[in-house]
């Protein structure tokens, strides 16, 4: 199994603030890798797909970089609707898909 | 509007069974792969079971194996999930999820395969 783990697992950071989130792969996924956006009580929304592509309607403050096994999102100015939980999920797998535990980022 | 709606959650006893749907509308549900995504109380997604779009493959996470049928019926555009022998540790907000995919052209061409459209889930309890 993939195992894919984010750091830190929690962050705190004020509006304005630029923001990164690291995920890594136990293994090369290539691109494989998409990051999604939880607010408490709500589904999952999807933010970037195949490791920097922005989904559609996503704001451009929100970017991916990376490859192999070492993956980031970005967020370049946060404003107050982004705090919320941010997961990294592999889909290089067609055995099964895994996601990271999650990095909660709240306001300081 | 496209949109999923899970139904059919609700306590159960350990040991019991209860099969979550799926309905799926403004889009052609037949063309997608679909996949169930689980989240326990305070915890982190974990991906479930997914079913290509003619129901001819089918995937399976390991602590739901054996357990758990993922199916659909594309005349009614519909997705479920049988769950089987239920345990505490399956309590959970169940999502189904649209796998949308996009295509690289090379000489092996790439498949990035990603879940665009979310229910908003259907919560299933299993406890004494």
């Known amino acids: 199994d993939i195992q894919m783990t984010q750091s830190p697992s929690s962050l705190s950071a004020s509006v304005g603030d630029r923001v990164t989130i690291t995920c890594r792969a136990s293994?090369?996924?290539?691109?494989?890798l998409n990051w999604y956006q939880q607010k408490p009580g709500k589904a999952p929304k999807l933010l970037i797909y195949?490791?920097?592509s922005l989904q559609s309607g996503v704001p451009s403050r929100f970017s991916g970089s990376g490859s192999g096994t070492d993956f980031t999102l970005t967020i370049s100015s946060l404003q107050p609707e982004d705090f919320a939980t941010y997961y990294c999920q592999q889909s290089y797998s067609t055995l099964g898909y895994t996601f990271g535990q999650g990095t909660k980022l709240e306001i300081k | 509007e496209v949109q999923l709606v899970e139904s059919g959650g609700g306590l159960v006893q350990p040991g019991g069974s209860l099969r979550l749907s799926c309905a799926a509308s403004g889009f052609t549900f037949s063309s997608y792969w679909m996949s169930w995504v689980r989240q326990a109380p305070g915890k982190g997604l974990e991906w479930v079971a997914n079913?290509?779009?003619?129901?001819?493959?089918?995937y399976y996470v390991d602590s739901v194996k054996g357990r758990f049928t993922i199916s659909r019926d594309n005349a009614k555009n519909s997705l479920y999930l049988q769950m089987n022998s239920l345990r505490a540790e399956d309590t959970a907000v169940y999502y189904c999820?649209?796998?949308?995919?996009?295509?690289?052209?090379?000489?092996?061409?790439?498949?990035?395969?990603?879940?665009?459209?979310w229910g908003k889930g259907t919560t299933v309890t299993v406890s004494s």
């Open positions: 079913i290509k779009q003619d129901g001819s493959e089918k």
């Open positions: 195949a490791a920097s």
């Open positions: 293994q090369s996924i290539s691109s494989y």
């Open positions: 999820a649209r796998e949308d995919i996009v295509v690289v052209p090379a000489a092996m061409p790439l498949y990035y395969y990603y879940m665009d459209v």
